[in-house]
């Protein structure tokens, strides 16, 4: 249990198995090797170990909530739910099933069962801080009022007075502030954090995005590094069910549109493939479907999930600049959204991709006529059409076609932007006005 604390999975591994040569139906043992195994991504035998541990010891609340997080991160809520109900008969103060079980409940969109746990849970122990910060999102994301909103913030707050250490509780507070419009107040929450820790990347990207500092070209790797390694657990949770994520359905939608039927041909890059929604979407027209992104905790879910040959933590304008002319797609869901200077990334795309090859990929909407680009409060970047179409003739490419669309939710709100296809053009040297 030592070793599979310190993340040595292979060593914990063998003890386990060593264990269980010893004495076949160890409870421990079987539920330990379950989580393990899930963790590397063999989920099925997860499912059969834990189900053979609780055979022996069917009251264990533990086991029954560690099930439940298996059936939660394989999609079958309502097994998931099943778990964590039993795990409560057996450990009514067993928190952490409380807690999962008013997750799996929002994921299944039975908002009010979800939001009664979530009252439940803080009832029982109003001193658990994750609690207070799950609560805080619910409201947020399903949010229908100012009053949400402003429950919201004091959620954030609440859980973060309680554990100082959670400080993406103070980012959701300074969040929730702003889109209460008490943006000095939001402002205020970032430059606090500062004085505390002068080199955290958050605080700093998040005091640009309410106006409080210059907005930097693009999101800086550490920021990206730092959120993305914190969200690759939650990330499919928190956007695919709770916020209508539909991102990498729409791009692909319109990429297949413009590409000939599936035949395994194309060289795909997934840019920013996070934790790898896109893989099964494009993957029948992949020959070598290869993903990218700087987050490395993102990367081992995306490798979880299968579907690529080959998968890389790097820097994105980098990486496609040391790979010319190697790809027929560059594909990129809602990662271009932290680049607020298009140009670069463009610019390596077009080197990366052979002629005639496609980048396809998603930003959020600015409004208005103007040719501009701006950081906004949720630390992501805004785009408006006409920068998007000058930056992309600017950097060499044709048929442009910019879709508007929903991508997600936000607060409550639907986040409008644009889907953009365009086709690397057929000559060799960029005719780039610089
Ligand atoms: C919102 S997620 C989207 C992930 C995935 N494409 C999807 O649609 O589910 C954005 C991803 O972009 C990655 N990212 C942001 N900036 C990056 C950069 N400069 N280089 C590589 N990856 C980056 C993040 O690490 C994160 O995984």
């Known amino acids: 249990m030592q070793a599979h604390q310190a993340d040595e999975l292979d060593t914990a591994e063998k003890l386990y198995r060593e264990i269980l040569k010893l004495q076949p139906m160890q409870p421990d043992a079987l539920h330990y090797l379950g ?62 099933a409380l807690s999962n079980l008013a997750v799996v409940l929002e994921i299944q969109d039975r908002l009010d069962d979800a939001f009664n746990a979530y009252t439940a849970l803080l009832q029982q122990a109003p001193q658990f801080a994750p609690g207070h910060y799950l609560l805080g999102l619910f409201l947020r994301n399903h949010a229908q009022n100012v009053e949400h909103l402003e429950q919201s913030a004091e959620c954030f707050r609440t859980a973060f007075e309680i554990d100082p250490r959670n400080v993406r509780a ?88 413009v590409l000939e039927a599936p035949q395994s041909r194309l060289d795909v890059l997934d840019a920013g493939c996070g934790t790898g929604l896109c893989a099964p979407l494009i993957r029948p027209w992949a020959r070598q479907l290869t993903g990218v992104d700087l987050s490395g905790g993102m990367v081992e879910k995306a490798r979880l999930r299968g579907g690529y040959d080959t998968l890389a933590v790097a820097e994105l304008t980098a990486y496609l600049e040391a790979q010319p002319a190697a790809y027929d797609v560059v594909l990129s869901a809602d990662t271009l959204v932290y680049f607020g200077d298009l140009l670069p990334v463009l610019r390596a795309s077009r080197a990366a991709l052979r002629p005639d090859g496609w ?58 932007g644009w889907v953009v296809l365009a086709r690397r053009d057929s000559s060799d040297v960029r005719g780039e006005a610089e």
């Open 359 to 416: 980048v396809a990929f998603t930003l959020e909407a600015l409004d208005g006529e103007l040719d501009r680009s701006e950081l906004s409060s949720s630390g992501r970047y805004r785009h408006s059409r006409n920068y998007v179409e000058r930056a992309l003739l600017q950097t060499g490419f044709d048929d442009i076609r910019i879709v508007p669309d929903t991508l997600r939710k936000e607060a409550g709100e639907p986040v409008r």
């Open 170 to 257: 103070l980012e959701a507070l300074g969040v929730s502030l702003y889109a209460l419009k008490r943006h000095e107040e939001a402002a205020q929450v970032y430059r606090d954090w500062l004085v505390r820790e002068p080199e955290n990347p958050v605080p700093r990207h998040m005091l640009a995005a309410c106006g409080g500092a210059d907005a930097p070209a693009r999101a800086d790797d550490d920021y990206v590094r730092n959120v993305f390694d914190g969200f690759a657990e939650s990330f499919d949770e928190q956007l695919l069910k709770n916020l209508g994520y539909r991102a990498p359905q729409v791009l692909t939608d319109a990429l297949t549109q």
């Open 35 to 96: 989580v393990l195994c899930h963790q590397c991504g063999r989920s099925d035998e997860a499912v059969e170990l834990i189900g053979k541990a609780l055979s022996i010891t069917p009251r264990h609340p533990d086991a029954h909530n560690n099930l439940g997080n298996v059936h939660k991160e394989c999609d079958r809520p309502l097994e998931a739910e099943a778990c964590y109900r039993r795990a409560l008969e057996c450990g009514p103060t067993h928190y952490n």
